[in-house]
């Protein structure tokens, strides 16, 4: 197997130290309280994991039933978060039921209140290898790593980019769906742009800008830094693909301008003639009978 490279953060291996100082000054009463709730919470975190993989799977059987667009609509239809819901689904073709209850009981034995959650499995998605992903999800368990730690320890492994895991998408049948699907999802994003996100009084970012300091935590910097990272690329693919259909559009342009101006394929001698005769106006066609008179009595 290969081995993947992980710098533990310090952070982590600083709160070790003060977890276990902390246990030092706790009545054993405490630390049995402090055991039983850190069981609560692994119980409740594995069951989301859970949740996620079974909704996942039901997404695989509705686009088996109805289809790529089909399963679109209902991802539209719920109205919920969909980089979520695709994730998920991703998650079920991606994982097997074996692997995913093995990663849910990983344990730190220095700190066994720490498992891994939804947060770390989104990134584990981005590695193609089930091997690695399964070493990374030991290490990230063994060195208390958190979200951030873990999307760290996948760009390392691919020398700074993501994997090529992660969401797939299904393709519409005919070259108009797939079309209508750009423009779909275009005005989908345009509309929760100017509706959710920019809005000056109350938007996502007037929100992120007003945040006060003790409300900033790991997994919102995460959820942060990942936007961020979409809006870069999204920044440099929009100007790609605005490119590549401005040339397509204008192609298209071309063949229905040259249909609609009736260039066909060239009609017989005799009729071409004869439609011209028909096409001219009065007056050309009286200057035609005058000189096919004054040849005709030249010629006696």
């Not at 895991?165 to 275009?186: C, D, I, N, S, W």
């Not at 229905?256 to 050309?284: I, L, S």
Request: hydrophobic share 35%; glycine share 8%.
């Amino acid at each position: 197997m290969t081995s993947i490279a992980v710098s533990p953060k310090k952070v982590s291996q600083q709160f070790i130290q003060l977890r276990a100082a902390t246990l030092e000054e706790m009545s054993p009463a405490e630390r049995t309280r402090l055991a039983e709730t850190e069981a609560f919470m692994n119980q409740q975190q594995g069951q989301t994991l859970r949740f996620f993989y079974q909704l996942g799977q039901r997404f695989i059987e509705d686009e088996a039933t109805f289809g790529a667009e089909g399963l679109e609509r209902q991802i539209r239809a719920m109205m919920y978060a969909e980089d979520t819901i695709r994730k998920t689904k991703i998650f079920a073709e991606q994982w097997n039921a074996e692997d995913l209850e093995r990663v849910i009981q990983m344990r730190n034995p220095d700190y066994p209140g720490k498992m891994l959650h939804w947060a770390h499995m989104r990134y584990l998605l981005s590695v193609d290898s089930r091997d690695k992903r399964m070493e990374l999800a030991e290490k990230a368990v063994e060195q208390c790593m958190n979200p951030r730690s873990v999307n760290d320890a996948v760009k390392k492994l691919y020398g700074g980019r993501r994997g090529s895991g992660g969401r797939t998408f299904g393709r519409p049948a005919t070259l108009k769906g797939k079309v209508r699907q750009m423009v779909q999802v275009t005005r989908e994003w345009i509309g929760r742009d100017t509706q959710v996100w920019s809005p000056k009084e109350d938007g996502t970012i007037t929100e992120l800008m007003q945040l006060s300091p003790d409300s900033v935590d790991d997994e919102l910097l995460e959820e942060v830094d990942e936007a961020y990272e979409m809006m870069t690329q999204i920044i440099a693919r929009a100007t790609v693909e605005q490119e590549a259909l401005e040339k397509a559009r204008k192609r298209l342009q071309g063949i229905h301008a040259a249909a609609g101006n009736g260039e066909a394929a060239p009609a017989k001698r005799g009729a071409k003639k004869k439609a011209t005769r028909a096409g001219r106006p009065a007056g050309d066609k009286r200057a035609a009978q005058k000189g096919k008179r004054k040849r005709t009595a030249a010629a006696k």
